[in-house]
């Protein structure tokens, strides 16, 4: 399957063309994943799917049927019920969340009641931990929250680390964000929410993981990386990387 899809925008197609790509496009899903989309449960989130590209972001994680998954702060379950679904009654989601946004939660700390397969963890920042590991991690636009103040902050190194010793050998690892101006580093994490990819990259690598790929679906090169996230010109529409890291089969 290709995982690298560019973006076409102002693009227009014809109706026909158009519906025949999204037929290509859903075929080249694993069911599993298209009927978790599909999930009468999660019709509240069905609005954003085509932005977030939620199927094409679930089936590059690789979570398969039985699998375990660690999904860092969960916010709002929109991630963590497609998990659920994927996994199923054999399989297992751990949500995260770190102490300093326990507050935030209100969301995710109400999943168990809908999904029993889902099971919450509050923890302090810098001491993730699940109770078995895991076949896949993953973070989704909140990897950058780590180092800033409110999180203790917590050294991306701790974090990685953790999420390291968390996984299974050959466990993969999933870092979604919002992507901030070349060679920044970590200047913008705290006030414009984004984060050097080239940055997340030498922190996971240097945590022992071997980088994998990327998936693009989530690029948007009108996005000058220069505005907070949350900036009404570019919100729900940033310029985020995929990433996709694999801890060693040997370790």
């Given at each position: ?13 014809a109706?026909?063309?158009?519906a025949a790509?999204?037929?290509a ?11 978790a989309v ?16 939620v ?24 991630w ?15 949500g ?35 109770p ?8 989704a636009?909140?990897?950058h929250d ?6 203790g902050?917590?050294?991306?190194a701790i974090?990685?680390?953790a ?40 922190q996971?690598v240097?945590?022992g ?14 996005d ?28």
């Amino acid at each position: 399957m290709k995982w690298i899809l560019p973006l076409a925008a102002g693009l227009t197609l014809a109706t026909g063309i158009a519906a025949a790509a999204d037929m290509a496009k859903s075929d080249a899903l694993p069911g599993y994943v298209a009927s978790a989309v599909a999930d009468p449960g999660r019709a509240a989130d069905s609005k954003d799917d085509s932005r977030r590209h939620v199927a094409e972001i679930v089936a590059f994680s690789g979570v398969k049927p039985g699998d375990s998954v660690l999904e860092l702060v969960p916010g709002s379950g929109y991630w963590s019920r497609v998990f659920s679904k994927i996994v199923g009654p054999d399989g297992h989601v751990y949500g995260a969340v770190p102490e300093p946004m326990k507050q935030y939660s209100d969301e995710t700390m109400a999943l168990p009641k809908s999904y029993p397969n889902f099971e919450v963890l509050v923890q302090p920042a810098n001491a993730l931990t699940t109770p078995a590991p895991v076949d896949v991690a993953f973070t989704a636009q909140n990897y950058h929250d780590y180092p800033d103040k409110f999180m203790g902050p917590t050294d991306p190194a701790i974090l990685n680390k953790a999420v390291f010793a968390a996984l299974k050998p050959g466990g993969t690892y999933i870092v979604v964000d919002h992507v901030a101006e070349a060679g920044s580093g970590l200047r913008d994490t705290e006030t414009l929410h984004r984060i050097d990819p080239a940055t997340v990259k030498q922190q996971v690598v240097a945590a022992g993981f071997e980088f994998v790929g990327e998936s693009d679906v989530l690029r948007n090169p009108a996005d000058g990386h220069k505005v907070k996230v949350f900036d009404k010109s570019i919100r729900g529409h940033t310029d985020q990387f995929a990433y996709k890291f694999r801890k060693p089969a040997a370790k």
